[in-house]
């Protein structure tokens, strides 16, 4: 089903064509608002109301970008009000953000922790900027059409969230094993 057809079908409330929808752009959505979140339960409702608006508001959907994107707006004007509301980033639970398909965590488990915990520390609209960049993949046109600002407002915002992330994600090095010297030999 093209998307004109698609869009069509959900005005007139067609319940196929809303499930496709869903079908076709909710995992992007949940991964989007479960790393906005850093909670699986709270992820999932924003989710389902991302959803409950794209449905009720479809008869305001004029075409101007993709129908993905306007999804995505709303999920991502969604996930910033929670945020605002929520101030207190959520506590990771480790399974969600390690690699689910391994027995064992990743090798690189901790740092993508720090990497979270970073992201959780940044201001909502930084993180998001860069969800949508890096996790997303969306270009810059895409993700100036979800957060309704100029190419050029998003390449400075991105920027800016580089550097602030930059600022904040300091992964420890490992401490040094202290060597010993003769003087300080024991023994």
Known sequence: MHDAELIERCR???RRAQRELYTRTAPRIHRLLLRMTRNADDAAELTQQTYLLAFSRISQFHG???LATWVYRIAVTEGLQWLRRNRQPATPRPSEFLDQSA???APDADLKLDMEDA????DPVDRVMLLLRY?????????AEIVNCAEGT???RLH???QRLRAIYQPETPAREETTS?????G
């Open 64 to 66: 101007r970008s993709a």
């Open 182 to 186: 003769p003087a300080h030999r024991t």
């Open 103 to 105: 027995a064992s965590p």
């Open 154 to 156: 998003v390449a400075s």
């Open 12 to 14: 007139q409330g067609d």
């Open 160 to 162: 800016r969230a580089r």
């Open 119 to 122: 992201m959780a520390r940044l």
């Open 135 to 143: 996790a997303a993949g969306e270009d810059y046109r895409a993700i």
